[in-house]
Nanobody, 119 residues
Framework: QVQLVESGGGLVQPGGSLRLSCAAS????????MGWYRQAPGKQRELVAT???????SSADSVKGRFTISRDNAKNTVYLQMNSLKPEDTAVYYC?????????????WGQGTQVTVSS
């Protein structure tokens, strides 16, 4: 069983920055795709950014140029640097580890960390 522990959320003013961290309990996540998703009140969970084990990253159009995903495989940790935050970025942010095992995909989720952007 893989456990993911997020940290770094909080309250920030518009235009501010936050850095989220997610530590995985298993080295297997360092060999697979990890990512960040978010869910705002009354909305579905949406993809924010993903990164492969080799460091290839992709992100949603809504955060391009503002958010950067990175990882440290030696620490089994993925990060999300969030700059120029907007009120619409307010959501619970979830870390994800997606493990491909042949034809089966396993998704593991963290407990979520609240990010609130407000003046």
């Amino acid at each position: 069983q893989v456990q993911l522990v997020e940290s770094g959320g909080g309250l920030v003013q518009p235009g501010g920055s936050l850095r989220l961290s997610c530590a995985a309990s298993s080295i297997i996540c360092s060999k697979n795709v990890m990512g960040w998703y978010r869910q705002a009140p009354g909305k579905q969970r949406e993809l924010v950014a993903t990164i492969t084990s080799g460091g290839s990253a992709s992100s949603a159009d809504s955060v391009k140029g503002r958010f950067t995903i990175s990882r440290d495989n030696a620490k089994n940790t993925v990060y999300l640097q969030m700059n120029s935050l907007k009120p619409e970025d307010t959501a619970v942010y979830y870390c994800n580890c997606r493990i491909l095992a042949g034809a089966v995909t396993y998704n593991y989720w963290g407990q979520g960390t609240q990010v609130t952007v407000s003046s």
